[in-house]
T-cell receptor
Framework: AQSVTQLGSHVSVSEGALVLLRCNYS??????LFWYVQYPNQGLQLLLK??????LVKGINGFEAEFKKSETSFHLTKPSAHMSDAAEYFC????????????FGQGTTLQVKP | DTEVTQTPKHLVMGMTNKKSLKCEQH?????MYWYKQKAKKPPELMFV???????INESVPSRFSPECPNSSLLNLHLHALQPEDSALYLC?????????????FGPGTRLTVL
């Protein structure tokens, strides 16, 4: 069964610093990977998705993620954190059979300090 | 436009009440989903409708009853809920056209059961 592990339930960075949120997946077949962001009291917003077209995926709000098959990772980065980036971030994978199920990691809370 | 709308935004109900949550999308998506999300946790899938037919029921208690009147609307009927059912209820939709099918989420309904 596929699963997603997000390393670090809480990440704190200073404004202007690099943001790195870690996501590892377990899959015996090529996965389809997503990053979602959830601001307080809101729904989930799609940041970016990996569709096998390119290993480096650019998303909204300056975020990007790199798919590394050898490391089974899909880490999310942003060169310079803004206060508005403070939110909950979820990595998710969907089975290649596309059953409609989206398997989420446990989430990482990003805190941005002034 | 990738908008999914949900009403109401907030709902408070007693354990003997009957209420309904509504979800709507006008993106021509063929799959619609209900999720339950507790604080600081990832969303948990409850139901999936594909082409207006229930395709996945994740062993949800019968006090939750989904309904898909047409391809744009999804309801969740609530009856005799328990306080532990208090949560954020998220609706999502997707095109269901490929293995990289992307789910788009609504803002959620914050439900409190007294």
């Amino acid at each position: 069964a596929q699963s997603v592990t997000q390393l670090g339930s809480h990440v704190s960075v200073s404004e202007g610093a690099l943001v790195l949120l870690r996501c590892n997946y377990s899959s015996s077949v090529p996965p389809y990977l997503f990053w979602y962001v959830q601001y307080p009291n809101q729904g989930l917003q799609l940041l970016l998705k990996y569709t096998s077209a390119a290993t480096l995926v650019k998303g909204i709000n300056g975020f990007e993620a790199e798919f590394k098959k050898s490391e089974t990772s899909f880490h999310l980065t942003k060169p310079s954190a803004h206060m508005s980036d403070a939110a909950e971030y979820f990595c998710a994978v969907t089975p290649s059979s596309n059953t409609g199920k989206l398997i989420f990691g446990q989430g990482t809370t990003l805190q941005v300090k002034p | 436009d990738t908008e999914v709308t949900q009403t109401p935004k907030h709902l408070v109900m007693g354990m003997t009440n009957k209420k309904s949550l509504k979800c709507e999308q006008h993106m021509g998506h063929r799959a619609m989903y209900w999720y339950k999300q507790k604080a600081k946790k990832p969303p948990e899938l409850m139901f999936v409708y594909s082409y207006e037919k229930l395709s996945i029921n994740e062993s949800v208690p019968s006090r939750f009853s989904p309904e898909c009147p047409n391809s744009s609307l999804l309801n969740l009927h609530l009856h005799a809920l328990q306080p532990e059912d208090s949560a954020l209820y998220l609706c999502a939709s997707s095109l269901l056209d490929s293995s990289t099918d992307t789910q788009y989420f609504g803002p959620g309904t914050r439900l409190t059961v007294l």
